[in-house]
C-alpha cells in the first residue's frame, strides 16, 4: 500500500463513499486522497496530524479533512483498545461540476473553503451524530441526502481549523515515504532526545537541507513541531493520569527541566499544566 498518495477504494461509477473502519487502531500512516472526508468517531482515540498540526481525537469528534491535505490518525490503544470511525468520501465534483454551485448551495463555499486546512466541529455535534448513525440502514440515494445535512449542519456550527499551513503541493511516493517516516519517529521517540543529525538521518537527507525540506512542507521547524508532539501527550497523561505530578509528566514527554516544560505549555495552551489540570 502506497504511503502517498493514498486512493479510497471505489467503483468509477460511486460518487459518495460510506465507510466504517471499526479496528483495535486506525491506519495511522501518514496520508493523502483526492477526497474530502467527514469523519465522526464513535470510539477510541489518540493523537492526529493534519498538514502542520497535531491534535488530539476522541469519542464524539466530527473532523473533516479536505482532499489532498496530509494526515494521520495514531490510536492509543492503551487508553481505548478498540477504535470505530465513520466517514464519508467525497469530491466537490463528485456530483457534477456546477452541483455545488447553484445558488441552493451557496452556503456551502464556507464549508468547503474550511475544509482545506481541515476542521473540528464544536457545536451541533449530536444532531450530526444522529445523521451519522442513520447511514448504515439508508440506500445510495439517501446518504447523498444525509451527507447534504450534515455539510448543511456544519455550515451552521461552531468549528476550530485542524491545521495553519498545508504544503500546496502533491507529494511523491518518496516525499510521502520521507515525512512519514519523520512524523512516525518523532510521535514513537517524543520522550527521549532527539539530535537534528538523528532525524536528518531518518530522512536520509543532510542537516540543512532537511531543515529547509521540512520547513517548507510545514512552515515550522521540526523541534518546533516535536514540542507540539510533547504538549499534546502532555495534557492526556495530565487527563487520564490526575495521580501524576507535573514534574514526572513533564519528564515522561521528553523536557529535560519543569521550566522549559512549564514555558512551552503555556506558550501553546494559554495556561500552565497546573491550571490545565485544575480546569478538568
Same mark, same amino acid.
Not at 9 to 31: C, I
Not at 189 to 199: A, G, K, N, T
Given at each position: 500500500?502506497?504511503?502517498?498518495? &493514498?486512493?479510497?477504494?471505489?467503483?468509477?461509477?460511486?460518487?459518495?463513499?460510506?465507510?466504517?473502519?471499526?479496528?483495535?487502531? &486506525?491506519?495511522?500512516?501518514?496520508?493523502?486522497?483526492?477526497?474530502?472526508?467527514?469523519?465522526? $468517531?464513535?470510539? @477510541?482515540?489518540?493523537?492526529?496530524?493534519? @498538514?502542520?498540526?497535531?491534535?488530539? &481525537? !476522541?469519542?464524539?469528534?466530527?473532523?473533516?479533512?479536505?482532499?489532498?491535505?496530509?494526515?494521520?490518525? !495514531?490510536?492509543?490503544?492503551?487508553? /481505548?483498545?478498540?477504535?470505530?470511525?465513520?466517514?464519508?468520501?467525497?469530491?466537490?465534483?463528485?456530483? @457534477?461540476?456546477?452541483?455545488? @454551485?447553484?445558488?441552493?448551495?451557496?452556503?456551502?463555499?464556507?464549508?468547503?473553503? !474550511?475544509?482545506?486546512?481541515?476542521?473540528?466541529?464544536?457545536?451541533?455535534?449530536?444532531?450530526?451524530?444522529?445523521?451519522?448513525?442513520?447511514?448504515? *440502514?439508508?440506500?445510495? $440515494?439517501?446518504?447523498?441526502? *444525509?451527507?447534504?445535512?450534515?455539510?448543511?449542519?456544519? /455550515?451552521?456550527?461552531?468549528?476550530?481549523?485542524?491545521?495553519?499551513?498545508?504544503?500546496?503541493?502533491?507529494?511523491?511516493?518518496?516525499?510521502?515515504?520521507?515525512?512519514?517516516?519523520?512524523?512516525?519517529?518523532?510521535?514513537?521517540?517524543?520522550?527521549?532526545?532527539?539530535?537534528?543529525?538523528?532525524?536528518?538521518?531518518?530522512?536520509?537527507?543532510?542537516?540543512?537541507?532537511?531543515?529547509?525540506?521540512?520547513?517548507?512542507?510545514?512552515?515550522?521547524?521540526?523541534?518546533?513541531?516535536?514540542?507540539?508532539?510533547?504538549?499534546?501527550?502532555?495534557?492526556?497523561?495530565?487527563?487520564?493520569?490526575?495521580?501524576?505530578?507535573?514534574?514526572?509528566?513533564?519528564?515522561?514527554?521528553?523536557?529535560?527541566? $519543569?521550566?522549559?516544560?512549564?514555558?512551552?505549555? !503555556?506558550?501553546?495552551?494559554?495556561?500552565?499544566? *497546573?491550571?490545565?489540570?485544575?480546569?478538568?
Amino acid at each position: 500500500m502506497k504511503v502517498l498518495p &493514498f486512493k479510497i477504494p471505489k467503483p468509477e461509477d460511486e460518487a459518495l463513499v460510506y465507510q466504517v473502519d471499526n479496528e483495535r487502531v &486506525f491506519y495511522d500512516q501518514l496520508h493523502q486522497h483526492a477526497e474530502i472526508q467527514i469523519s465522526y $468517531i464513535a470510539k @477510541g482515540s489518540g493523537s492526529l496530524i493534519v @498538514g502542520d498540526s497535531i491534535s488530539d &481525537f !476522541k469519542e464524539g469528534d466530527i473532523l473533516v479533512i479536505g482532499g489532498y491535505v496530509p494526515h494521520a490518525f !495514531k490510536s492509543d490503544a492503551s487508553f /481505548t483498545p478498540k477504535s470505530l470511525m465513520h466517514t464519508l468520501f467525497f469530491d466537490i465534483n463528485s456530483f @457534477g461540476k456546477e452541483f455545488f @454551485g447553484i445558488s441552493d448551495l451557496s452556503n456551502t463555499k464556507d464549508f468547503f473553503k !474550511k475544509s482545506e486546512l481541515g476542521m473540528r466541529v464544536v457545536s451541533n455535534t449530536e444532531v450530526i451524530i444522529e445523521e451519522f448513525n442513520k447511514l448504515k *440502514t439508508q440506500n445510495s $440515494i439517501e446518504q447523498i441526502a *444525509t451527507l447534504l445535512i450534515i455539510i448543511s449542519h456544519i /455550515t451552521q456550527s461552531e468549528t476550530t481549523p485542524l491545521s495553519s499551513f498545508v504544503y500546496r503541493k502533491s507529494f511523491s511516493d518518496d516525499e510521502g515515504k520521507r515525512m512519514n517516516d519523520v512524523f512516525k519517529y518523532a510521535m514513537d521517540r517524543y520522550h527521549e532526545p532527539i539530535s537534528l543529525d538523528e532525524i536528518a538521518n531518518v530522512a536520509n537527507m543532510s542537516k540543512n537541507a532537511f531543515c529547509r525540506y521540512f520547513k517548507k512542507r510545514t512552515n515550522k521547524t521540526f523541534f518546533q513541531f516535536l514540542i507540539e508532539i510533547r504538549i499534546e501527550n502532555a495534557c492526556k497523561l495530565i487527563l487520564n493520569n490526575p495521580e501524576l505530578a507535573i514534574s514526572m509528566i513533564s519528564d515522561q514527554c521528553g523536557f529535560n527541566n $519543569i521550566a522549559n516544560f512549564n514555558r512551552k505549555f !503555556k506558550a501553546l495552551k494559554g495556561c500552565s499544566p *497546573t491550571q490545565f489540570k485544575s480546569q478538568f
